[in-house]
């Protein structure tokens, strides 16, 4: 069974930074993309980053581009999301996820509860 859960979330001020770290298990973590989403309030599911199994192609969405670091760890099966430079439009709650290999990347077929990230003066 698939699992993923989030953490490291949290209150940021504008131009502050926070760490997410995702812990993922169940599956072959190396063998598969591994997604960022994020849901603000009143607002659907937006795609953050992406990057492959073996590291080694990674995309992000303009609106985090230069600002947002995606990173992963097949060693600890671990995937995290370091943020720079936080904007207060980047209040939401961050998703790890993935899609196996198939599937749009704004909506992973799996994703773990999810870690509130707000930025606030």
């Known amino acids: 069974e698939v699992h993923l859960v989030e953490s490291g979330g949290g209150l940021a001020r504008p131009g502050g930074s926070l760490r997410l770290s995702c812990a993922a298990s169940?599956?072959?973590?190396?063998?598969?993309?591994m997604i960022w989403v994020r849901q603000a309030p009143g607002k659907g599911l937006e795609w953050v980053s992406v990057i492959g199994g073996g590291g080694d192609w990674i995309y992000y969405a303009d609106s985090v581009k230069g600002r947002f670091t995606i990173s992963r760890d097949n060693a600890k099966n671990t995937l995290a999301l370091q943020m720079n430079s936080l904007k207060t439009e980047d209040t939401a709650v961050y998703y790890c996820?993935?899609?196996?290999?198939?599937?749009?990347?704004?909506?992973?077929?799996?994703r773990g509860q999810g870690t509130q990230v707000t930025v606030s003066i």
């Open positions: 996820g993935t899609n196996m290999g198939h599937g749009p990347w704004s909506n992973p077929t799996f």
């Open positions: 169940g599956f072959t973590f190396s063998s598969y993309e």
